[in-house]
């Protein structure tokens, strides 16, 4: 499986983004895809990740503000940002996994995101 993620960039904030992240390949019907991020001197966390069923999940700090979506007849996941915070700044990773191989997973290549005045 191979991930395009696109859609990041410098905002203000109180501002919003939407990235995007496209699938391509042997992609399993059951499947979650998620973003993660990552900013300096910090480790990956999880952000958003929503099932093929429609099921999703959110880090407390995003609950609210973020919303994960998908077009699982594009294989696209969205993550529409808003009320951004300077905190927020991070890469952002899209994620693949297969729920029944733990070893069929892929990630992005990741996109930036710099919430900053």
């Known amino acids: 499986v191979q991930l395009q993620a696109s859609g990041g960039g410098l905002v203000q904030p109180g501002g919003s983004l939407r990235l995007s992240c496209a699938a391509s390949g042997n992609i399993f019907s059951r499947n979650i895809m998620g973003w993660y991020r990552q900013a300096p001197g910090k480790q990956r966390e999880l952000v958003a990740s929503?099932?093929?069923?429609?099921?999703?999940r959110y880090a407390d700090s995003v609950k609210g503000r973020f919303t994960i979506a998908r077009d699982n007849a594009k294989n696209t996941v969205y993550l529409q940002m808003n009320s951004l915070k300077p905190e927020d700044t991070a890469v952002y990773y899209c994620n693949y996994r297969n729920v029944l191989n733990p070893r069929d997973y892929a990630w992005g290549q990741g996109t930036l995101v710099t919430v900053s005045s």
């Open positions: 929503i099932t093929s069923g429609g099921d999703t």
